[in-house]
């Protein structure tokens, strides 16, 4: 799959999947769902566990190894496999060697445990999958990304569709209108995923 496809599809509302024969479908749900940034929710036991230090958190140290995780994670709850394919593997790893796909990891030492990839376009962040090896470190890895969204001008979190795991961070169901409307939006920002935090 080309990666200005890939490019084309996000900036126009829609996503890939791969089904259960490897075809890969297109998407653009209606309701969609997204965090307002604004409203992310962080319980307090997570904070609590943010704060403690218990998980570094880095980014882009192992892109590959994260999606790979996020793949065999979707496997163990999936009888069909998983909607990464080896297709959208490679896709999104030669998206990431552009600069367009970042990880954001959580660690114990030197073991990767937790985190979640996505795609970064202007000022909106789309998130794909995440995972964990360690109870709470994809959590994490969530928190430090809307942290980082918050911190360079970021203005959209899509998370294609609303989870019940999701809902407890603030998730909600906007109507694709409102959701392209927000996504033009957003677009037409200039943000650094890996730049400096912005002054305040």
């Given at each position: 799959?080309a990666?200005s496809?890939?490019?084309s599809?996000?900036?126009?509302?829609?996503?890939?999947m791969?089904v259960?024969?490897?075809?890969?479908?297109?998407?653009?749900?209606?309701?969609?769902?997204?965090?307002?940034?604004?409203?992310?929710?962080?319980?307090?036991?997570?904070?609590?566990?943010?704060?403690?230090?218990?998980?570094?958190?880095?980014?882009?140290?192992?892109?590959?190894?994260?999606i790979r995780a996020?793949?065999?994670?979707?496997?163990?709850?999936e009888?069909?496999?998983?909607?990464?394919?080896?297709?959208?593997?490679?896709?999104?790893?030669?998206?990431?060697?552009?600069g367009?796909a970042?990880?954001?990891?959580?660690w114990?030492?030197?073991?990767?445990v937790?985190?979640?990839?996505?795609v970064?376009?202007?000022?909106?962040?789309?998130?794909?999958?995440?995972?964990?090896?360690?109870?709470?470190?994809?959590?994490?890895?969530?928190?430090?990304?809307v942290?980082?969204?918050?911190?360079?001008?970021?203005?959209?979190?899509?998370?294609?569709?609303?989870?019940?795991?999701?809902?407890?961070?603030?998730?909600?169901?906007?109507?694709r209108?409102?959701?392209?409307?927000?996504?033009?939006?957003?677009?037409a920002?200039?943000?650094?995923?890996?730049?400096?935090?912005?002054?305040?």
């Open positions: 799959m990666s496809l890939l490019v599809a996000y900036i126009s509302g829609w996503f890939p791969a259960d024969d490897g075809e890969i479908r297109w998407y653009s749900p209606d309701p969609r769902g997204v965090i307002p940034l604004e409203q992310f929710h962080l319980p307090s036991r997570l904070a609590r566990l943010v704060r403690g230090g218990k998980f570094r958190v880095e980014i882009n140290r192992q892109f590959d190894e994260v996020c793949a065999n994670s979707d496997r163990k709850y009888d069909s496999g998983t909607w990464i394919s080896d297709e959208i593997m490679a896709s999104y790893q030669e998206l990431h060697r552009l367009i970042h990880s954001v990891e959580t114990q030492d030197d073991r990767l937790g985190g979640l990839y996505g970064a376009l202007g000022g909106a962040f789309f998130g794909e999958s995440m995972f964990h090896r360690v109870t709470d470190a994809s959590k994490v890895a969530l928190a430090a990304l942290e980082r969204m918050r911190g360079r001008g970021f203005s959209l979190l899509d998370i294609q569709w609303v989870t019940p795991h999701l809902r407890q961070f603030g998730a909600i169901e906007i109507s209108a409102k959701y392209l409307k927000q996504l033009e939006k957003a677009l920002v200039e943000v650094d995923f890996q730049g400096p935090l912005l002054p305040r």
